[in-house]
């Protein structure tokens, strides 16, 4: 049997090639989300190819600034693979009127989000990386996915997959959906269907696009016509956390986690220490809230004072946080795709609160394993029926505990491995 005759399963690939823009210069804070799925994907390729290339797009100035060698070393070390790594560095878009609100209504190209690594420079940056033994290209997200494409336009490319992650059209409309509002945001509503265009043009040119939910994937199936769609859930050491005893009792304390670059998250942090919190304390004198993860400090209610409140941070070891609390509350207002933070928590025991839009993609239900509310005064009560009935909290976390089976990391990163092997085929 040639290897071309060899079947999906259990085939070796070559080469694979990785093309993101997030690059982890920091590991001991590279933890949030989208690198915990990036390291999945990652170690899902390393799993079916010999041999992983991997090429971040980053600042100019970074580049000059990176030692290869020693980042190579750093992802072999922290994330446990092993791969030769390049970079190239952002396109530069000049900021103007027409930029930032005309152009990017015709193509994304020029869209504020994604102008970076859309130019035909930063395709060639892809066409350098690839290799005559190259088997599947993985493009991560759509800031990886639109050099990729444009690099199809210069000359064949192998097996591509795309892992969209989010839906980019769904949570840039969303964004928009939220205050504050200006005259030239009406503007930016106009630029929504160039970007669900792109996504359906790069669709068209890969061998599978992953997202992380099945109401993602049905969306896309039936609005945009991509049949190619592929759920891949968010996933974590599911299986180290479940076998961590619970601790006796819980506190009365509220827990919120997330990285504040991220504006739905700056929003839900804002909404639960301004609406959802004070609500809770007025029931409960010795509530307290934690905020936990990177850059709490850009948060406008950091420097008020807020009695209860603590910003912690980002904290390195999350095991004593996670048993000090008593319920994770997520009242994320806007964005899409699915929440690792309500994963990670209901893994270790604890009860989750959280809004429709925080728990969504998620396969918990609403009741029985979550307590889903939408509004201040809901959120705020069912914190408190949860902190106030450790029976009725316990059964919540022990239902939720045994769900999250499903999103392990092990079961994950085999499963995409598989993915990678048909791309190669289908090229």
Known sequence: ?????????????????????????????????????????MRAATHCADAVDALFFVPANCIGQVDTAHYEQLFRDRWGIDLTLRLAHFSNLAPSWANAYLRPVSNIRYNRDFA??????????????????????????LHGALPVH?????????????????????????ELMRPPFWPGKTLQFLQVPAIAWAERRIAARAASMFVCSERDCRYLRRVLGIRNAEVVPNAVEVASMIERPLPAQRNCKILFLGTYSHR???????????EVFPIVRQRMPNAELELVGQRVEVLSTFAENHPGVSYLGF???????????????????A????????????????????TTVGAEGLDFENGAEILIRDDAASLAQACLDLLASPQES?????????????????????????SFRRAALRA
């Open 116 to 141: 970076d690594t859309a130019s035909i420079e930063q395709a060639r940056a892809v066409r350098a990386a690839l290799r005559d033994d190259t088997d599947v290209v993985l493009a991560h997200r």
């Open 1 to 41: 049997m040639t290897r071309a005759e060899q079947p999906a399963k259990g085939r070796r690939l070559r080469r694979m090639l990785v093309v993101s823009r997030q690059f982890p210069l920091d590991f001991d804070r590279a933890t949030h989300g989208i690198f915990q799925r990036l390291q999945n994907l």
């Open 264 to 274: 739905p998250n700056v929003e839900a942090a804002e909404f639960l220490v301004r």
């Open 150 to 174: 444009l690099a199809g336009t210069l000359g064949p490319l192998p097996g591509c997959v795309v892992d969209l992650d989010d839906v980019e059209h769904l949570k840039f409309f969303r």
């Open 315 to 333: 904290v390195a070891d999350l095991e004593p946080v996670f048993d000090g609390a008593g319920v994770m509350c997520c009242p994320i207002l």
């Open 394 to 418: 316990a059964r919540l976390a022990r239902a939720a505990r045994a769900k999250t089976q499903r999103y392990d990391r092990r079961a994950v990163i085999d499963a995409v491995a598989d």
């Open 335 to 354: 964005g899409s795709g699915t929440r690792i933070k309500i994963i990670e928590a209901a893994a270790r025991g604890l009860p989750v609160v959280s």
